[in-house]
């Protein structure tokens, strides 16, 4: 249920992992907060959040003070009228935001300030995507997809969407939670998955068709993918 009305004396930032509910403020903020949106919650600033009555959701939750985030907000870098964001995809800014947080290990001086820089680049990370256009990057994560679906390689992709492909990587990644690599690898195993149930193709012609340099290599990723061999997982899908 909502949080009772309260005033903290620090930064608190609530990201939403399970269920959803609203967030008030007394600045007149009133808005539905859902599964991946995150809570940037000002010191000083009356508040209530929360799930509807008789239900629940899991969140993670950050809080920290300090001069530098003060200056922060006075000088604007932080958007208070907008203190309800949504971070897509979940997995990747739920390890972001625990990354920021670093090991928990003895909060010695350095410790402390590494901390506050790491937390101030995660910052700096939310209010980017407060401020991006989403739906273009929906429509450029969803041709990127389509490029990677028909390359040879991720830099044929890269190439294809007319960019470098360290900057095709940094912003698939942001948007997908997996680096081009690793997709494309996803969508071949998808791929060689199907051709062994649904085909009788030798080993050595689907590992031609999927690009591979001989059935050995394509044996060798099949196993460390799945698993299995391709021949264990042929005998044991049929």
């Known amino acids: ?18 269920g959803g509910g ?5 600045n007149g903020v009133s ?15 009356e508040h209530w959040y929360g799930p509807p009555s008789g239900e629940s959701w899991d969140e993670i939750y950050l809080v920290f003070e300090g001069p530098v985030f003060d200056v922060w907000r006075q000088s604007g ?6 203190p309800v964001v949504s971070l897509h995809p979940q997995e990747f800014w739920r390890d972001k935001i625990m990354q920021a947080v670093g ?15 790491r937390v101030q680049l995660l910052l700096a990370d939310i209010q980017q995507a407060l401020h991006e256009d989403v739906e273009s990057d929906i429509v450029w994560l969803e ?9 040879m390689d991720v830099h044929d992709a890269a190439r294809a969407m007319q960019q470098s492909y360290e900057a095709f990587r940094k912003k698939f990644k942001r948007l997908s ?3 081009p690599g690793k997709y494309r690898s996803t969508l071949v195993m998808e791929q060689a998955c199907a051709m062994l149930t649904e ?12 690009g591979f340099c001989d059935e050995y290599h394509f044996s060798r990723q099949f196993s460390k993918t799945i698993g299995w061999s391709p021949s264990e997982y042929r005998s044991r899908m049929r």
């Open 1 to 18: 249920m909502l949080t009772s009305r309260r005033v903290l004396p620090h930064f608190t930032l609530v990201y939403v992992v399970r």
């Open 22 to 26: 609203e967030y008030r403020d007394a």
């Open 31 to 45: 808005c539905p907060v859902s599964a991946g949106d995150a809570i940037l919650v000002m010191p000083g600033i």
């Open 77 to 82: 870098c932080i958007d208070t009228a907008k």
């Open 103 to 117: 090991s928990g290990e003895e909060k010695t001086e350095d410790g402390l300030l590494h901390e506050a820089v």
């Open 143 to 151: 041709d990127a997809q389509s490029a990677l679906r028909k390359a």
């Open 177 to 179: 939670g997996l680096s």
């Open 199 to 210: 085909t009788d193709l030798l080993m050595r012609d689907i590992s031609d068709a999927l």
